[in-house]
């Protein structure tokens, strides 16, 4: 089942635009969307495919701390993580 999966985590420092569009490129290819410009806080929605609600949020939090990764941001404590499936 497929799921929309939105993360959000908590910065240390105020995010720069450039900051969030490196996310957005980077969460791009999860058909995700990134937040955060101008906020100690960057987030992503992403689609995964998982079985159960639990699953879904630990396939897209796993995702997205890989997108973070690669975006170059920091990391720090997951203060969000919702999921709603397809069917909702």
């Not at 990134?34 to 806080?41: C, E, F, L, V, W």
């Not at 701390?65 to 069917?87: H, M, Q």
């Amino acid at each position: 089942m497929r799921w929309s999966v939105g993360i959000e985590v908590q910065a240390e420092q105020i995010l720069a635009r450039e900051q969030v569009v490196e996310l957005a490129d980077a969460v791009a290819v999860y058909d995700g969307i990134a937040t955060g410009i101008g906020t100690n806080r960057y987030g992503a929605q992403l689609i995964v495919e998982a079985a159960s609600l639990q699953d879904a949020i630990e396939a897209g939090t796993a995702q997205f701390r890989k997108a973070a990764a690669v975006a170059g941001l920091p990391p720090g404590p997951v203060i969000r993580a919702e999921a709603v499936s397809e069917d909702e």
